[in-house]
């Protein structure tokens, strides 16, 4: 349990290096567990991060495998340019665009992508004048004029603060490199309805002691063990609880309940803090 508790401690720290210190409130967002680990801490880490919900999909082991199969195919061209906002060529900076976006649009069609299913964004690589790094800015296609301008200035800005908890609205902004993503976009995957019925009883396997710190005190709980191939949309489970399944384990810990959603989720509610002896 102490190797547990550290691990959990641990990938606490980096939530929330990637939310709290960006300005992003985990109590916002559900957590979602991935990969054969995932589900067995994510429920003490929601209790630790705040997160309101854990949601624990169809098959959490393969879900970057799944990923791939629906992920778009994207070819990504760079230009140097160097442009200061306070003197910009417009038109240089509109023409190194367009060849980019030529040669995007060339390698997905001869990769057989249809018009439809092409996409061509734009990107910048912005900084404030004298910075030694950059940033990248989603930025509008089209004519670059004031409108243009204006946008991208305050698209860099929100997006620096963010990064950096800082923005320098005085300071003349630069542009080393122009970016252009071609994207040939993938059918959605089909995800089945899951089969509605039943209690959950059919699903359960066995019941016996499961160690958990319980009120601050480590000790074994009587704990229900569910297959998860035989739940159904609408089952409720409550904890503690054990769901089984080929590529990994969900840990719902005491004082918690979760649901079974029409896509065969796992949603586990996780309570305030003080209200979960766990």
Same mark, same amino acid.
């Given at each position: 349990?102490?190797? @547990?508790?550290?691990?959990?401690?641990?990938?606490?720290?980096?939530?929330?290096?990637?939310?709290?210190?960006? !300005? /992003?409130?985990?109590?916002?967002?559900?957590?979602? $567990?991935?990969?054969?680990?995932?589900?067995?801490?994510?429920?003490?880490?929601?209790l630790e991060?705040?997160?309101p919900?854990?949601?624990?999909?169809?098959?959490? !082991?393969?879900? $970057?495998?799944? %990923?791939?199969?629906?992920?778009?195919?994207?070819?990504?061209?760079?230009?140097?340019v160097?442009?200061?906002?306070?003197?910009?060529?417009?038109?240089?900076l509109?023409?190194?665009f367009?060849?980019?976006?030529?040669?995007?649009?060339?390698q997905l *069609? *001869?990769?057989?992508?249809?018009?439809?299913?092409?996409?061509?964004?734009?990107?910048?690589?912005?900084?404030?004048l !004298?910075?030694?790094?950059?940033?990248?800015?989603?930025?509008?296609? !089209?004519?670059?004029?004031?409108?243009?301008?204006?946008?991208?200035?305050?698209?860099?800005?929100?997006?620096?603060?963010?990064?950096?908890?800082?923005?320098?609205?005085?300071?003349?902004?630069?542009?080393?490199?122009?970016?252009?993503?071609?994207?040939?976009?993938?059918?959605?995957?089909? @995800?089945?309805?899951?089969?509605?019925g039943?209690?959950?009883e059919?699903?359960?396997? /066995?019941?016996?002691?499961?160690w958990?710190?319980?009120? %601050?005190?480590?000790?074994?709980?009587?704990?229900?063990?569910?297959?998860?191939?035989?739940?159904?949309?609408?089952?409720?489970? *409550?904890?503690?609880?054990?769901?089984?399944?080929?590529?990994?384990?969900?840990v719902?810990?005491?004082?918690?309940?979760?649901?079974?959603?029409? /896509?065969?989720?796992?949603?586990i509610a996780?309570?305030?803090?003080?209200?979960?002896?766990?």
């Amino acid at each position: 349990m102490g190797a @547990v508790q550290i691990l959990s401690h641990s990938m606490v720290q980096s939530i929330e290096e990637n939310s709290v210190r960006k !300005g /992003f409130d985990p109590r916002d967002f559900a957590l979602v $567990a991935e990969g054969g680990a995932g589900p067995l801490f994510a429920a003490q880490i929601a209790l630790e991060a705040g997160t309101p919900w854990v949601v624990v999909p169809n098959y959490p !082991g393969v879900t $970057a495998a799944l %990923g791939l199969l629906a992920t778009d195919m994207v070819y990504e061209y760079v230009s140097t340019v160097y442009q200061r906002f306070s003197t910009l060529d417009a038109a240089a900076l509109q023409s190194g665009f367009e060849e980019l976006e030529e040669q995007a649009r060339r390698q997905l *069609e *001869e990769d057989g992508l249809p018009a439809d299913r092409i996409l061509i964004q734009r990107v910048a690589d912005c900084r404030y004048l !004298g910075q030694g790094y950059e940033l990248r800015v989603d930025v509008p296609s !089209g004519a670059i004029d004031d409108k243009w301008l204006k946008k991208v200035r305050a698209d860099f800005d929100d997006i620096h603060e963010r990064e950096y908890s800082r923005r320098f609205e005085d300071s003349d902004m630069e542009i080393p490199n122009v970016r252009v993503r071609g994207i040939g976009l993938m059918p959605a995957l089909e @995800v089945p309805e899951t089969e509605a019925g039943g209690s959950g009883e059919d699903a359960l396997r /066995f019941e016996r002691d499961a160690w958990f710190r319980v009120g %601050g005190e480590l000790k074994p709980v009587p704990t229900r063990f569910y297959d998860r191939a035989a739940l159904k949309a609408g089952n409720e489970l *409550e904890g503690p609880a054990i769901v089984n399944q080929y590529d990994s384990t969900t840990v719902i810990p005491p004082g918690l309940t979760a649901k079974i959603d029409r /896509f065969g989720n796992v949603v586990i509610a996780i309570a305030v803090r003080e209200e979960v002896p766990a």
